[in-house]
């Protein structure tokens, strides 16, 4: 099946300091990877989505200067969260479509945790 | 983006049957319905999608009333493993690839 792979799983920095995610399509090309945030106990909030070549969609009350996506090929997108603050910790999930036509299964990556210290 | 309304949490014994059903409304004419299962500090994973009638594979079966406006998640004998939370989304269809995360079924399983 369809494998998404994130780097790093875990991360812990200091508050300031930026921290990129990357998020790999490891058998298939993938023209749109999505960037979720999921907060202890609750589900996924979309944050953006990333489109090859182009500049991402981010959703309502995501800042794109804070949190700047790169999806450079058809199998690595990239996220950063820059100046990273406490309320940034979270679980940082991506994913990325597969398939073509009628149908367009989301395969998602295993996470990434980040704690901001 | 069509909303799902699925049951907060399940409690099943080992060995026995477990049935989530998801309610979707207003689920669009090209809108597919996929479900996914989520350990905690994991992604979802994939479990099974479907559009209409009955989908079965290795490890689940989805069944889809002609109205399309619920679907069901059959586990066979379930496991302490499948003790995990379970989301129920429509979408994925060409021109409708986000997806919405609900609040998904915790599913309990007792040994």
């Known amino acids: 099946g369809a494998v998404v792979s994130q780097h790093p799983s875990r991360v812990i920095c200091k508050s300031g300091t930026s921290v990129k995610i990357e998020c790999r399509s490891l058998?298939?090309?993938?023209?749109?990877m999505f960037w979720y945030r999921q907060f202890p106990k609750q589900s996924l909030m979309l944050m953006a989505t990333s489109n090859e070549g182009s500049k991402a969609t981010y959703e309502q009350g995501v800042e794109k200067d804070k949190f700047l996506i790169n999806h450079a090929s058809l199998t690595l997108s990239t996220l950063t969260v820059t100046s990273a603050h406490p309320e940034d910790s979270s679980f940082y999930i991506c994913s990325a479509r597969a398939g073509g036509g009628a149908l367009e299964t989301q395969y998602f990556g295993p996470g990434t945790r980040l704690l901001v210290l | 983006l069509a909303k799902t309304t699925q049951p907060i949490s399940m409690d099943s014994y080992e060995g026995q049957e477990v049935n989530i059903t998801c309610s979707h409304n207003n689920i669009a004419t090209n809108d597919y319905i996929t479900w996914y299962q989520q350990f905690p500090s994991q992604g979802p994973r994939f479990i099974i999608q479907g559009y209409k009638t009955k989908v079965t594979n290795e490890v689940a079966s989805l069944f889809i009333p002609a109205d399309r406006k619920s679907s069901t998640l059959s586990l066979p004998r379930v496991s302490l493993s499948d003790t995990a939370v379970y989301y129920c989304?429509?979408?994925?269809?060409?021109?409708?690839?986000?997806?919405?995360f609900g609040k998904g079924t915790k599913l309990s399983v007792i040994p």
């Open positions: 058998d298939f090309q993938a023209t749109t």
């Open positions: 989304l429509v979408g994925a269809g060409a021109g409708s690839y986000q997806l919405t």
